[in-house]
């Protein structure tokens, strides 16, 4: 039996694949802690880890996070990235490395592996010069060679062309990361680290070992990955979520539908249903197909009255849902993006900021959806994209073939067992 340190930003997309593999660590009969925000010490209990929820730093509500950091209060797009990861990713991470460090103090631990998004992991290792890994819920997507520049949601050009442009836009972005590559060695001093010479792109990963979400088909063809990174899937696929969701009252429509189950969803982060719920609503109210909406918690109802093949609920369990569906409409969040594509359902994505447009991108590149290319699309684009999926096959070949690939990379399990080899390393 190993001790394993985990740490989880508290947001439901990352604490609930974290949750997946700690979950997993536990059952192979390991000691496991996660450092996570209040909120999510519950949910990490469940499984049987030990919690150490956060002391220095401020707390947070992911569904008010303004309330914590008054710069988020109406921002959205490039604005919103840069205070998201100024104030709340970069600007706690002193003092989640100061609950670290003094829970070592407390109890060593074997194993420090952490959500990319903490830096307190990386920082906190560097402090004790302990093995530390990355367990990544999020998409690993460096920039490389023929790869265009992130946050753009670009895809690859070919040509003198293609060059000039990735070139163009390339330099325009790096001056952005310069900034903020400075702020990560400010922070570090902050955090009584010495400057190291990480960039933007990859101070938030180990060089030891990350293990990645995902899959490599769904990035772009790329050959320059380091050997240290593994990806092992859809880090949901263990049955571990977070309590037991009832099916809604109106169940049997989807089961018994004739016409393609539609689901819509905006995840957990933006949630105002103006950018996708109500357009898609009002995309597909004539159309021959079931709408099931899941509004997640922090939704307030929906303005009524509701289409007639619509059907609402907070959540819906998607090991019930997605086998029945077919088609996902989605803002791109990656964890639920995955498990669409796990069941082989195509998507239509709306990523509108954060990693959402590169999501979208490679979904689109790939055949196994449709990019709308905005997070706030018109009701008349909505319906001519599922219009499409449900109306061209190769599109859900396209979700199959990566549906195929995401199962056979083991998921939690496969994780778990690239951790246990770092140990043992």
């Known amino acids: 039996m190993a001790s394993i340190m985990m740490t989880a930003m508290p947001f439901a997309g990352h604490a609930r694949p974290v949750r997946a593999v700690a979950a997993e660590l536990v059952r192979r009969g390991h000691d496991v802690r996660v450092h996570t925000g209040r909120s999510y010490t519950g949910t990490f209990a469940e499984v049987g880890a030990r919690v150490v929820p956060w002391a220095a730093p401020p707390d947070l509500d992911e569904r008010n996070l303004a ?168 880090l949901t696929d263990d049955g571990t979520a977070p309590g037991p969701t009832a099916l809604p009252a109106w169940w049997a429509d989807v089961v018994d539908a004739t016409a393609p189950v539609v689901h819509v969803t905006q995840g957990t982060a933006n949630v105002d249903p103006h950018d996708l719920i109500l357009p898609t609503l009002e995309a597909l109210a004539d159309e021959e197909v079931l709408v099931v909406v899941g509004l997640g918690h922090r939704t307030d109802p929906l303005p009524g009255p509701l289409p007639a093949n619509a059907r609402v609920a907070p959540m819906v369990p998607y090991p019930h849902l997605l086998p029945r569906t077919s088609v996902v409409v989605t803002n791109g969040g990656y964890g639920g993006v995955l498990q669409s594509l796990r069941h082989d359902v195509p998507l239509v994505v709306a990523g509108g900021d954060l990693d959402k447009p590169e999501i979208a991108a490679r979904v689109g590149w790939h055949g196994a959806g449709v990019d709308l290319r905005t997070g706030t699309p018109r009701a008349g684009a909505v319906r001519d994209a599922v219009r499409r999926v449900l109306g061209d096959p190769r599109h859900r070949a396209a979700a199959a073939r990566l549906g195929g690939e995401l199962r056979a990379a083991g998921g939690a399990r496969a994780a778990a067992n690239r951790l246990e080899a770092h140990l043992d390393r």
């Not at 670290?100 to 194993?111: C, F, G, I, K, Y």
């Not at 290792?125 to 819920?137: D, R």
Request: aromatic share 8%; charged share 20%.
């Open 67 to 234: 309330a914590t950091f008054p710069r988020m209060r109406d921002r959205k797009g490039f604005r919103q990235v840069l205070v998201n990861l100024e104030d709340l990713f970069l600007g706690t991470a002193p003092a989640q490395c100061t609950d670290l460090v003094a829970e070592h103090a407390r109890e060593p631990w074997d194993l420090l592996a952490g959500d990319p998004m903490a830096l307190c992991t990386r920082f906190a290792a560097e402090h004790l010069g302990k093995p530390w890994a990355t367990v990544s819920p999020i998409a690993y997507w460096p920039p490389g060679p023929g790869i265009p520049p992130t946050g753009l949601g670009l895809t690859p050009a070919r040509g003198v062309p293609g060059r000039v442009r990735d070139a163009v836009l390339g330099a325009a972005s790096g001056a952005g990361t310069t900034l903020l590559t400075r702020a990560y060695q400010r922070t570090r001093r902050e955090a009584g680290l010495a400057p190291d010479r990480e960039t933007f792109a990859t101070m938030w990963f180990s060089r030891e070992l990350v293990v990645a979400a995902g899959v490599p088909g769904l990035d772009y063809p790329r050959s320059d990955l380091p050997a240290h990174v593994r990806f092992v899937g859809d």
